[in-house]
């Protein structure tokens, strides 16, 4: 098992600096990244900069889990559709047809 499968639900593992690489590599503005994870874009602001009012921000789980099926190529999930066994292209099979 890996150390990222062996992770606390509750553990903090995305830094505002990863969450700011992640939306660049991906290409998407601010408010890009807020529209594709159903956000607001003031709480794309916030993760990226770990800070709201001065106490510290983490990044929810799932958020970190859409932004990892974002990075994969996963646009959408209805839910019904079976994952492959062997993990192969799970992130491809589950793939919804919802356009961007």
Same mark, same amino acid.
């Not at 660049?24 to 770990?50: F, H, V």
């Not at 646009?75 to 047809?97: K, T």
């Given at each position: 098992?890996?150390? +990222?499968?062996?992770?606390? &639900?509750?553990? &903090?593992?995305?830094? *505002?600096?990863?969450?700011?690489?992640?939306?660049?590599?991906?290409?998407?503005?601010?408010? $890009?990244? &807020? =529209?594709?994870? #159903?956000?607001?874009?003031?709480?794309?602001?916030?993760? =990226?900069?770990?800070?709201? $009012?001065?106490?510290?921000?983490?990044? *929810?789980?799932?958020?970190?889990? /859409? !932004?990892w099926a974002l990075? !994969?190529?996963?646009? $959408?999930?209805?839910?019904?559709? =079976?994952? *492959?066994?062997? #993990? /192969?292209?799970?992130? &491809? #099979? +589950?793939?919804?047809?919802?356009?961007?």
């Open positions: 098992m890996t150390d +990222a499968m062996q992770r606390k &639900a509750g553990d &903090a593992v995305m830094t *505002p600096q990863a969450f700011r690489q992640w939306r660049k590599s991906l290409g998407l503005r601010q408010k $890009d990244a &807020a =529209e594709r994870l #159903g956000l607001k874009k003031r709480m794309i602001q916030y993760y =990226e900069s770990g800070d709201r $009012d001065g106490k510290t921000v983490e990044i *929810p789980l799932s958020v970190r889990l /859409a !932004c990075a !994969c190529g996963v646009i $959408d999930f209805d839910g019904q559709r =079976e994952l *492959p066994s062997d #993990g /192969a292209g799970a992130a &491809a #099979g +589950a793939a919804g047809s919802a356009g961007d």
